[in-house]
């Protein structure tokens, strides 16, 4: 895997601002559409994606991305790290009628809107699959 450090001064921008500066850091390196695999902010929040319980959290990101196709790490100042893969050359599926919901008790469902429709925000039986440890969350 290669490694690139992007050298960032200033006030931390969030996520958001890090997130883009590392996938057009991608691009500068011949990446034609950069996904980010998995990430870890190492500052005081100890943010990390993917999570999982149990697993260490300043290691576990890093081994998932690469073990998930990511080839690129870009760190961007001293707080964000990222994986990223090249996704150019993968299927697309086009829009999915699928959409996340939650139900009063926490529960996460993945609902098939046609059957769900937009309107209501309460998980259905017949439209709906209670996700767990085996189910993307999609949207």
Known sequence: MRNIHVDYQ???K???AASLLAKEVAKDNQMKDPTIMSWHRSSRLGETAPFYDGANTETWWEKYGEGNGGRLEVEVGDDYQFILMDARGFETVGDMPLRNLTDRDGNQYLCYTPLQGM???VPRQEACILLDGWMADQF
């Open 10 to 12: 200033g006030p931390d």
């Open 14 to 16: 969030g996520f958001q």
């Open 119 to 121: 309107e209501s925000s």
